[in-house]
Every structure is written in structure tokens, then in C-alpha cells.
């Protein structure tokens, strides 16, 4: 098999150049939630899923080649579509090795995405406490209104004058 014909390892290169991408806007995210810049990481997410979104179109082309090829379309059968080469093939050692990187590389992808998460879910959770502060006051009252402004059931100072 040729590299560049189409078959199961085709596509590996590509998919590999997908996850080094997607795996550097991981680690931006990361940086920016540890500096706290949440206004940042709209964009970020933007480019993350247009990235998601090719490295799913190839991975099911690889998948269709796996299966047309007579191999499972999943991960395992990419595997047993490598062991099936011959070792001397430049081809299947070729793809195995760039299999093994890209398996490696998505690993990583995945636990630093894990690790986002916890540091988006610690964000979340300091908003919500300073959000529950603000709406409770020392009394029990709301300390601000729905439009922003300082509710009227505060309690007021009154001046009595005899």
C-alpha cells in the first residue's frame, strides 16, 4: 500500500497535525484559565471545535477505510489493520509509528481537557459564591435588584426629627 493512497493510514498525518493543533489550543485555554482571563476563551472554543470537527471527519474516512479493508471501524481495528502489515513494509511501519504518536498525543490532549475542566468548574463555583453573597444580605434580603440596582427592601437609615 502507498502512503498517499487511500487506505486506513492515509489520513494519519493529517489527524496528527489535528491534535498537535488542537492539543496547543489546549494548553492556551489552560494558560488563560490559570490567569483568569475567561473573556479570552470564546474564541478559543471556536477554534477548538473546528478542529474537533476535522479530526472527526478523518477519523470516520479511516474508519470506512477499516471497514472496507474488512477490519473493525474503531480504534482496535486500526490497530489490527497495522499488525496485519509486514514489518519490513515501509508503509505499515510508517503508520504504526505515526498511530502510536497520534494515540499518545490524544492522551495528552484528553487529560490537560480533564484538567481544563476541573479549572472551569472551580471558576464556575467562585462565581456562584460571590453571586450568592451579593443576592444575600445580612438579613436575609436581596442586597441588589434584577435590574442592578440596590433593592428597596434594604434596610433604610431614617432621620426622626422632633
Not at 478523518?58 to 477499516?66: D, E, G, T, V
Not at 511501519?93 to 479549572?119: D, F, H, M, P, Y
Not at 462565581?127 to 436575609?140: R, T
Request: include cysteine; glycine fraction near 8%.
Amino acid at each position: 500500500m502507498k502512503a498517499n493512497s487511500v487506505g486506513p493510514g492515509s489520513t494519519l498525518d493529517e489527524e496528527f497535525d489535528g491534535a498537535s493543533h488542537l492539543l496547543q489550543l489546549l494548553q492556551q485555554e489552560h494558560e488563560q484559565l490559570l490567569d483568569a482571563e475567561i473573556g479570552k476563551l470564546e474564541q478559543l472554543t471556536e477554534k477548538k471545535a473546528a478542529v474537533i470537527i476535522r479530526m472527526f471527519e478523518l477519523a470516520k474516512s479511516r474508519h470506512n477505510c477499516l471497514a472496507a479493508a474488512g477490519f473493525q471501524a474503531a480504534e482496535v481495528g486500526m490497530q489490527a489493520w497495522i499488525d496485519s502489515g509486514s514489518a519490513n513494509d515501509r508503509d505499515f511501519a510508517s503508520a504504526k509509528k505515526r498511530w502510536a504518536e497520534l494515540i499518545s498525543l490524544t492522551q495528552s490532549a484528553k487529560e490537560l481537557n480533564r484538567v481544563n475542566g476541573l479549572l472551569i468548574g472551580s471558576h464556575m463555583a467562585r462565581n456562584q459564591s460571590a453571586l450568592n453573597a451579593l443576592q444575600s444580605g445580612q438579613n436575609g434580603g436581596n442586597v441588589y435588584g434584577p435590574n442592578g440596582q440596590p433593592s428597596r427592601n434594604m434596610p433604610s437609615r431614617s432621620l426622626i426629627v422632633s
